[in-house]
């Protein structure tokens, strides 16, 4: 019944977005037939095959190991406050948030020093040799396994202006599907396992462009485009190390008070919502629970836990995927292997109202031209971003499931 009901979800999933196609003639069958079994295979060798799972691990330790170098500068920062064994305990902003800043700076640096570019220029010309994509989208999809939403677009923001419609679409779709390596700290600090986080990000690519490229086909042969060799920008404004270093740092913590603020208002709005609602024995996760529990029920997970995956989904969409995985770490524990993995898939992205304004602003910088461009399609890569989490979620499923 688990296998039949997930396949069911992608079935439902993938019917669903050519349904609402804006162009179902021009959508590339065989681009998303390929993209999907590439999907399939990857999640396959990432949690089903011993070498696949060797590898996995070696990396989240390693990763792991990276990123707690952070709490070296915290301890010098705040003393015992940056220690959670203290008597002060665990502090959220500190000991979590504000790793954050270190793994900002780390990032400023690689980028400038060309190696996420390299990265992304290998792995993304390798997707758009096999599935027909543009290179410059590819590299887009491709940096948003490492990069936020508003960051990937820098390296190729000179050719912002002379992208189509589409390839525009999954510029917004894989940004708003995608989590920064800045926040993977904050999101393992509050219980989620890294590995689960690194199969949700490994599969972004992929799934962004199934999901865009259904919703807003290519309407013209890309042979044509005036963009034909793309150079990736690993400088930026820095001059030097240093300054991407200080610039990723002064990011970084732009982010952290930028998600603290964002924290505070939305835990102490829901409260209040909550305390309305109790007047007549409800609460905005129980709404929410009813709403998205149908997703949970698709994702073939136990029925004692649909309600939970329906208030986690409705929580990440229409607050924002860090309250969502506080609520989740509060309970992963509990959950069994697949419930764990799959909801924390589900939740990795940026995928959410707030990010709609970020998302406009954050790439109109770049090429104000196409603001209004951008605008209109907003909410679709909104609601884009957010079903490519539940599609890697729903394959990875599938794969742990048979």
């Known amino acids: ?155 190729v923001s000179k050719y912002l202006k002379y992208m189509t419609k589409s390839e525009i679409m999954l510029v917004l779709i894989s940004g708003m599907g995608s989590m920064s390596a800045s926040v993977l700290m ?63 740092a002064t990011d970084g913590l732009n982010m952290v008070l930028g998600i603290g603020a964002s924290l505070i208002a939305i835990i102490s709005l829901v409260a209040l919502v909550n305390g309305a609602l109790g007047i007549f024995g409800l609460s905005l996760e129980q709404i929410l629970s009813v709403i998205f529990a149908p997703i949970g029920f698709l994702m073939g997970i136990s029925p004692d836990d649909v309600s939970l995956a329906g208030q986690l989904l409705g929580t990440k969409l229409v607050l924002n995927e860090f309250v969502a995985f506080g609520q989740l770490g509060e309970v992963i524990k509990s959950l069994d292997y697949r419930t764990g993995l799959m909801l924390a898939i589900s939740l990795t992205g940026f995928a959410n109202i707030s990010s709609i304004g970020i998302c406009i602003s954050g790439i109109s910088v770049f090429c104000p031209e196409k603001r209004n461009q951008l605008s209109q399609l907003a909410f679709r890569g909104m609601i884009g971003g957010f079903l490519v989490s539940l599609l890697s979620a729903l394959v990875v499923g599938l794969i742990v499931a048979l």
């Open 186 to 248: 904050g999101y393992a600090g509050m219980g989620i396992p890294m590995q689960y986080l690194l199969i949700g990000g490994a599969l972004v690519p992929l799934g962004s462009i199934i999901v865009s490229k259904l919703m807003l086909p290519e309407e013209k042969n890309l042979d044509g485009n005036i963009v034909q060799e793309v150079s990736i920008d690993n400088k930026g404004d820095n001059a030097n190390i240093l300054s991407a270093i200080s610039q990723g």
């Open 1 to 155: 019944m688990t296998i039949l009901l997930n396949t069911l979800g992608i079935v439902v999933l993938l019917s669903g977005l050519y349904l609402f196609s804006e162009n179902k003639k021009n959508i590339n069958k065989k681009m998303i037939l390929k993209a999907l079994v590439i999907q399939f295979i990857i999640a396959f060798i990432l949690v089903k095959f011993p070498l696949g799972q060797m590898a996995l691990e070696k990396v989240s330790d390693f990763v792991t190991n990276i990123l707690s170098y952070g709490s070296e500068g915290l301890d010098f920062v705040f003393g015992s406050l940056a220690d959670g064994g203290a008597p002060t305990g665990v502090v959220f902003g500190i000991q979590v948030l504000g790793n954050i800043i270190f793994i900002s700076a780390l990032v400023g640096a690689l980028y400038y020093m060309g190696v996420i570019g390299a990265v992304v220029k290998v792995i993304g010309g390798a997707i758009g040799k096999i599935l027909g994509t543009s290179k410059v989208e590819s590299f887009v999809a491709v940096a948003n396994m490492f990069l936020g939403q508003t960051e990937s677009p820098i390296l």
